[in-house]
C-alpha cells in the first residue's frame, strides 16, 4: 500500500504486513498491529490501537483512546465514541495465558457506541444500534435498539440518522430528519421501503 493513498502522522506505529485502504487517517500515537484490514475512509483518532486481525469496514470513525483488541470486527460506517472499551476475554488473570480464548464481537452497520461505554466480549451490537454513553453491554443488542446504563438495558429505538422513535398505535415511527419510516413488529424494528409510484 502505498503511504500517498492514507495518511498517518509521524508518531503514529504501523506495523506490517496490514492493508489500510484510500482515505484513511491515523493520528498522533495511535498504533495499528499487524493482519489488520482498515476499510476506506477511516478516522483513526489519537492513542488508538488495533490489536493484531482487526477487521473495519468502510468510514469507521474510531475516536480518542479506544483499543479494538483481537476478536473484534466492525461493518461499514461504525462509531466508536472516546475511551470506549472492547474486551475479548471473559475471565482475565495475570498469570494465565488465554491468548486462545479470544471471544468474538461484532459490530454491525451503523452502530454507535457512546464514550466511555464498554462492550464485554462475546455480544453482537445490531445494525445501527445506539449506546449511550457510559453503558456496559452484557448481552447482544438488537438491530435499532437504545440501551443505556450499568448493565445496559433497552429503553427505545433509534433511526439511521441517530434520531429517538416514537411508534403510533399500528408500529410504525417517522424519523424527524431524515422523513423514512419504520415498523415495529414482533419487538424488533425495520425501516419501510418506499414505494416510489
Known sequence: ????????????????????????????????MENCQIGEGCNLGQNVVISPNVKLGKNVKVQNNVSIYTGVECEDDVFLGPSMVFTNVINPRSAVNRRGDYQKTLVKRGATIGA????????????????????????????????????SKQIGWMSEYGHRLEFNEEGIALCPE?????????????KLKENKS
Open 1 to 32: 500500500m502505498s503511504e500517498k493513498e492514507y495518511f498517518a502522522h509521524e508518531t503514529a506505529v504501523i506495523d506490517q504486513p496490514c492493508q489500510i485502504a484510500r482515505g484513511v487517517k491515523i493520528w498522533h500515537f495511535s498504533h495499528v
Open 178 to 190: 431524515s422523513k423514512e419510516r419504520y415498523q415495529l413488529k414482533d419487538n424488533a424494528v425495520s
Open 116 to 151: 466511555n461505554s464498554t462492550v464485554v466480549c462475546g455480544h453482537d451490537i445490531g445494525e445501527f444500534a445506539f449506546i449511550g454513553a457510559g453503558a456496559v453491554v452484557t448481552k447482544h443488542v438488537p438491530a435499532y435498539a437504545l440501551v443505556v446504563g450499568n448493565p
